[in-house]
């Protein structure tokens, strides 16, 4: 298991933004431990606060 604030999912957490990763190869952050090539994570918040992250993550670069 990750840390909270590794890779992409955890630069949504710590910066509260939505991220958008057309091709996971060309991003510093990305963690490689599945064979994902975009990724898409979304902050969810509660009363301001980010809880959680929804993660979604495609073989094919540039899918989302």
């Not at 057309?22 to 606060?49: F, L, N």
């Not at 809880?51 to 670069?61: C, M, S, Y």
């Amino acid at each position: 298991m990750l840390p909270a604030d590794a890779g992409v999912v955890g630069r949504a957490v710590t910066s509260g933004n939505s991220q958008l990763i057309g091709d996971t190869r060309e991003d510093p952050d990305y963690v490689e431990w599945r064979s994902a090539r975009s990724e898409m994570a979304v902050p969810i918040r509660v009363s301001g606060r980010v809880v959680g992250v929804l993660d979604v993550e495609a073989t094919i670069a540039h899918r989302f």
